[in-house]
């Protein structure tokens, strides 16, 4: 976490996203890394404090209730939505488009950069030029021969709460929805 030691019950999942580089060039190796300044992220900064709901402190009834109070006032205090609260910590992407992607399930990708070093720069959360208005999971599948990326997304809020989609151009251009038991959906395959 980027608040440290972290004065919340904490759990491997709940890092902040960080991005760490090598660039080998010329002989030479430099080594790069950097936050992924996501709202949560640069909201904790400002704050000096850890303010987030932690996976690490969903424990027993207590956990429960945390939860359960967290999804009621969070995102009311802070001004965010919930896909805005993402750590961007999971996983990174390559977009057929050339984004770099930092993915987490509960967001947005978060777009970010790399400079002439190899230095990685935030840039912010990519709505798809406004067509995407939920989560993605952290794991979309590229299609490099047509351009089209494919990811599917859950919501416990959602009436359909499973959904796959796909991207063409940058743009979320199709949406469908199926029905599925629940639990934690965390890959698909594409064939």
């Not at 993915?103 to 990685?120: H, I, M, T």
């Not at 859950?154 to 038991?181: K, N, Q, Y």
């Amino acid at each position: 976490p980027a608040i440290w030691p972290p004065k919340k019950r904490t759990h491997v999942f709940d890092g902040d996203g960080m991005v760490h580089t090598v660039r080998i060039s010329g002989g030479k190796a430099v080594y790069s890394c950097a936050f992924m300044e996501t709202e949560r992220w640069k909201f904790e900064q400002q704050l000096g404090a850890e303010w987030f709901l932690r996976i690490g402190e969903l424990q027993g009834l207590s956990g429960l209730a945390k939860m359960v109070l967290c999804t009621l006032t969070e995102n009311k205090l802070t001004g965010l939505r919930v896909f805005e609260m993402s750590t961007a910590n999971t996983a990174i992407a390559l977009t057929p488009e050339g984004k770099l992607w930092a993915l987490n399930e509960a967001g947005l990708p978060f777009r970010f950069q790399l400079d002439e070093v190899g230095c990685p720069t935030s840039i912010g959360f990519d709505t798809l030029e406004g067509t995407l208005k939920g989560n993605m999971s952290a794991h979309p599948k590229f299609d490099k021969r047509t351009g089209e990326t494919f990811f599917h997304a859950s919501s416990a809020a959602s009436e359909s709460p499973f959904c796959v989609c796909r991207i063409i151009d940058g743009v979320l251009t199709d949406r469908v929805e199926l029905p599925m038991h629940a639990g934690f959906h965390h890959d698909l395959f594409i064939t």
